[in-house]
């Protein structure tokens, strides 16, 4: 990595994978067989018939023509992805960092951090949960006076207020008891989370008074957070309370959510020597903020409430770095600050970097993560293959930026970054006066007519506006890191029924998809700015979405073909059966290989493929569909958040890795849809075989048996759901119903 001028080396270090070679090897010999198929494809459009399936004549043969023209369209389209998903897979890289010499050469003279934790709704996201994250983030092991978390509250909610003022109390005690004990993780409801048992905890205190001092610790924190949650439930805050801060009086007025004043509130003023928790130690600075909402004006969702978050924190703290976090992501390193500094203060190398992130996890997956939610193979393979290449793309959370590229600084050589700059405070200036200087910069009316949410800030009008802002730095020069210690740096919560994985993934494909097509496709945007690695690896993204026509067409017509006796790929005695094997066997034997290298289990690889197909079925399908209306103008964007709550019977199915389907929607029913039509083409098409073609029929008709089979394996779950289970999670009838009058109307109507 060549040698630093420094004395004592650099900040990080990067390591390439090793056994690429073997890879390139192997991806070249699918390459060979993918381009065989192609190649059978294009030279067999002409027809062999193979077996009396009924009718015959010349309608069936011009089916046959056209199922296997659909076909060759989807083999050209899955080729094409397996070409753009080698980007990512080429030479992954892992970065690793020297804390120590960070210490060493920097000392205490850190540069100040702002943090951001942005929530929307205090029921779908329980402002309990919000603190805790709150919490995490203001223990992190760093100089308190250089700590601000900011806390973006775009529900307007006095509950959210209400719990972030408990917090600050709280934060008095546990603050200095994360220090005393070196607490891991530092969220105090993970901590004390009854999943992660106190076997640790306080291990280098002396007995007694430490365990003392843990339930006492315990105990105020459950008393706060049963003071939330019935503040919650009772939609209320107690009177009493109000006497305390100021703050509260902005709820004199009415508020509703879509239609109040701007609000900012600093909790705690980290400037202030009063500020101190019970070991007379400085807090963090601590603010919330409500920007201005107003029916008349759009608020852009996360993108806007970011910016304001940017824009007040200007003049409250002006940090150099921005951390940003969803609320209920709590961190579970209180040294990933640290870590990221390595990055940034890099003397020789960190000059050009503009973001540093960090993997989404979640710390509700359970062994076999049914609805394959743990991005397993997303953040150990595909984003270190993009590190390579120039950067990981910034996926909204766990991102630590620096303050002046999200204000659209181009990279230049010549840019020195001032590591010590922070917001002055004017002499004598009051809180108040500070909070009325803050206000306006969160109105409605400050963006217009300014280049916010176009060329300064998170960018407006997509629907994954972090994966377009990050393209956009990227494309101004400057490149990012992609850092995935070991030990996580934040948490999630995954989403634990499909309905919610479904929702979740249809918005992710739909604004990826939404930045392909536009003029910030990455291969136009991009050309000549990024590398065309990494431009490959944003449309990997991007194209999620197109993949749900060749998907839903490979699990219907091969199905139906066989059924009504058609043979669409080449017989087992032919040369061309190998290619097409060798193709369908490798590519899951290596998806089988590289999950299992990234720590899943065997279980969770199948759930994974499962929940591969029905997304490209169901919520990519949704996500290209809406796409495209949206393009047309038919319609406007919405943002739906996934709810971080379930109620306690389908928590339980999640835990007992039993799928939660629930209401009857129309996604459900393409779902049962294609499971149910697999099994009547299998036990159909089995039937004919047996009975009615003899044993050379199995020559022409194996691959699809197999593939058909395939297709009901995997959909075991949905069949249990369908017909067997009794709970509520199960299938509804009506469902269950329209499903079948789907498939019998497939079966009926000829293919085409
Ligand atoms: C989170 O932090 C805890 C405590 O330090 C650690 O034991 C655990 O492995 C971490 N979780 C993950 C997923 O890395
Ligand atoms: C909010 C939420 O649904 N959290 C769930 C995460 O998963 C655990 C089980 O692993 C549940 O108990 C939680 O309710």
Redesign the pocket.
């Given at each position: 990595m060549g040698s630093s001028s420094n004395s004592n080396g650099p900040l990080f270090v990067t390591e390439e994978a090793k056994g690429r070679g073997c890879y390139k090897v192997f991806a070249s010999s699918m390459l060979v067989g993918i381009l065989l198929i192609w190649f059978y494809r294009a030279t067999h459009h002409t027809v062999i018939l193979v077996g009396g399936g009924g009718g015959g004549g010349g309608e069936e043969e011009e089916g046959m023509r056209w199922a296997r023209i659909g076909l060759f369209m989807a083999e050209l389209w899955f080729g094409f992805y397996w070409i753009l998903t080698q980007s990512v897979r080429w030479n992954p890289i892992r970065r690793s960092t020297s804390k120590d010499k960070l210490a060493q050469r920097y000392g205490s003279d850190m540069p100040g951090v702002d943090i951001f934790v942005c929530t929307a709704d205090p029921h779908a996201e329980p402002p309990s949960l919000v603190v805790s994250t709150v919490l995490s983030v203001m223990a992190y092991d760093y100089p308190p006076e250089k700590l601000n978390v900011y806390l973006s509250d775009d529900g307007g909610s006095v509950l959210t207020f209400y719990a972030l003022w408990e917090a600050a109390r709280f934060a008095k005690h546990w603050l200095p008891f994360c220090r005393k004990y070196n607490v891991?993780?530092r969220s105090p409801a993970a901590y004390f989370s009854p999943l992660?048992a106190p076997q640790d905890s306080c291990s280098g205190g002396n007995g007694d008074a430490a365990a003392k001092e843990w339930s006492s610790v315990k105990d105020l924190y459950e008393e706060m957070a049963n003071r939330i949650d019935s503040a919650v439930t009772l939609g209320k805050i107690p009177e009493e309370v109000k006497a305390y801060h100021k703050g509260f009086s902005e709820w004199n007025f009415s508020i509703s959510p879509k239609d109040h004043h701007p609000i900012v509130q600093i909790m705690i003023d980290g400037k202030d020597a009063n500020a101190v928790d019970n070991t007379a130690v400085r807090l963090p600075t601590l603010v919330y903020m409500a920007r201005e909402k107003r029916p008349r004006y759009h608020h852009n969702f996360k993108a806007g409430a970011m910016n304001a978050l940017i824009r007040v924190s200007s003049v409250v703290s002006n940090s150099p770095i921005i951390l940003n976090v969803d609320c209920d992501m709590y961190s579970?390193?209180s040294e990933s600050i640290k870590d990221a500094l390595c990055f940034f203060l890099d003397e020789e190398r960190g000059q050009n970097i503009g973001y540093v992130q960090y993997p989404q996890?979640y710390?509700n997956i359970t062994q076999s993560d049914l609805y394959g939610n743990s991005l397993t193979v997303i953040n150990e393979v595909e984003l270190p293959g993009l590190d390579y290449w120039g950067g990981p793309l910034y996926i909204g959370t766990g991102c630590f930026h620096r303050r002046e590229i999200l204000c659209g600084r181009r990279y230049s050589r010549d840019y020195k970054e001032d590591w010590r700059r922070g917001a002055q405070r004017q002499a004598g200036e009051s809180v108040e006066k500070l909070e009325e200087r803050a206000k306006p910069l969160a109105t409605c009316t400050y963006e217009l007519n300014t280049q916010w949410g176009n060329e300064i800030g998170l960018k407006y009008g997509c629907a994954v506006e972090d994966v377009i802002t990050g393209l956009l730095i990227q494309c101004r020069g400057w490149k990012s890191i992609y850092f995935n210690p070991?030990?996580?740096g934040f948490?999630g919560v995954a989403p634990t029924t499909m309905a919610q994985t479904l929702l979740q993934h249809k918005r992710w494909s739909e604004g990826n998809l939404q930045i392909f097509l536009s003029k910030h496709c990455p291969f136009l945007l991009g050309h000549g700015k990024i590398r065309l690695g990494l431009q490959m690896g944003y449309s990997i993204y991007g194209l999620w979405g197109p993949n749900s026509f060749p998907t839903l067409y490979y699990v219907a017509v091969p199905s139906l073909a066989l059924l009504r006796g058609i043979s669409l790929f080449p017989k087992v005695t032919s040369l061309w059966f190998i290619p097409f094997t060798y193709v369908m066997v490798a590519r899951h034997i290596y998806s089988l290989v590289e999950a299992l290298r990234c720590g899943c289990t065997f279980n969770g690889w199948w759930n994974g493929q499962r929940m591969w197909m029905i997304r490209r079925v169901t919520s990519y399908l949704y996500g290209t569909i809406d796409t495209v209306v949206k393009m047309l103008g038919l319609s406007k964007m919405a943002f739906a958040i996934t709810t971080k709550v379930s109620d306690e019977d389908a928590s339980k199915r999640y835990e007992q890795d039993v799928m939660e389907f629930g209401y009857s929607s129309p996604m459900l029913v393409i779902i049962s849809t294609v499971a149910l039509l697999n099994i009547v083409c299998l036990v159909g098409g089995l039937f004919r075989l047996v009975l009615g073609w003899g044993v050379a029929a199995w020559d022409a008709y194996l691959i699809q048996v197999i593939l058909c089979g395939m297709i009901v394996a995997i959909n075991m779950p949905i069949y249990d759901a369908l017909f067997f289970r009794k709970d509520k999670g199960n299938i509804p009838p009506s469902v269950t119903f329209t499903s079948l009058a789907f498939v019998l109307l497939l079966c009926a109507i000829p293919l085409m």
């Open positions: 891991e993780p992660d579970n390193n996890n710390n070991p030990r996580k948490l």
